[in-house]
């Protein structure tokens, strides 16, 4: 019972209930997305709430605005302690597992958890990721792969997914044929796209016709996959790193197409180059992004040189099927004396053992649906009226109507 004497303390800074109706709503999304793993032979991981933050310091494994934002302490022991962090991301914990476990390789591995980061503005603190992690992934096929998983996901919700496309590789080649740079202002211009895109490198690229040439027709209107064939044309002289990332994402494309799926070439799309090695991949619909991922390197020691990721947007999944996820239907099982209580928890037996949810009441209406147990036998509430009922067998039979 609550005491409502009690004063209305929330949760923490940055914390989130989620009360019944979310979580109706997250597990429907996180069934669907279980399924989506499952049929392509993905299997469960689980990594602990609290990482060494080393794991993550590491060049590279997480980018510095992340870092900056982790929950941290020390994990004192009255003589020494170790810096630790509430889990930020999961993909790199992922990896460390897989490594320290001596998983064979390739692995498929999926995971549903909750992430920690702290932020000074009104942003949640903590969030849950549907993410999948396939561990030396074959190229071509694991990023298909892996785009297939969200795309079904997104199947099951109701939700028609377009795929929008990129290479990071692209960017690199750009920048290495704008001739000899030092190595501060090549990792600056890649500082720059990692922020802004491809868009960040053309002033940069003013006084080189070839890559001018280049990021003009990258950042046109076009979304086809024809514009990777124009592109493919234009390095041939004066850009030839770029043609094996273009040849990559040409391949991804044309697969997800033939396959179906609504693909749209977004070279000017934003990621970290650090952390990402080539596709990566944003799933939307209309304005609204539902997911992102790519190939990358875990830079964790002892781990997959090269993976490829999925991270779903569990918060703006679950907010967007709130509203169209039903109640689940529960029958009330109303004993008319406590002289009938062992009847009343045959009939809710038998019920659960048939897949419908009951439980024990005082009165008929506190359901919509409702069994009344009384000594003159069993009467059925429904929607649709009033009924004697013969036996516990014809209960069963009746309720399975409304399951």
Known sequence: MINSALPNIPPARGMRD?????MRAFRRVEDAFRAATQRWGYQEIRTPTVESYSLFSAAGALPPQMLSRVYSFLDWDGWSGERIVLRPDSTIPVARAAANAGLSLP???FYVQSVMRFSSEEREGEDWQYGVEYLDAPAAIGDLEVVAVACETLDALGIEP????????????????LGPLGESESRHLLENVTAEGLNALRSAAAGHPAASAFLAAALGPSGSITLLDNLTALTRTGLPGAQQPLAELR??????????RGVHIDL????????????????????DGWGSGGRYSPNVPGAATSACGLGLEATKLIDHVT????????VSVVPASEALLSEAMKVARALHKNGISASLATSES????????????LRAHTPDGEQDMSSLDDVVGLLLRYK
Request: glycine share 10%; net charge negative.
């Open 107 to 109: 692995a498929r591995l």
């Open 18 to 22: 989620l009360l019944p109706d979310e």
């Open 162 to 177: 377009e795929v929008r496309l990129a290479h990071v590789g692209l960017s690199r080649a750009v920048v290495d044929a």
């Open 323 to 330: 509203g169209s996820t039903r109640k689940r239907t529960v």
């Open 251 to 260: 391949d991804v494309a044309t697969a997800l197409q033939n396959a179906g």
């Open 268 to 287: 000017g799309m934003a990621r970290d180059f650090e952390y990402y090695t080539g596709v990566v991949f944003d799933v939307v619909s209309g304005d």
């Open 366 to 377: 506190e359901y919509t649906i409702a069994v009344v147990v009384s000594e003159s036998g």
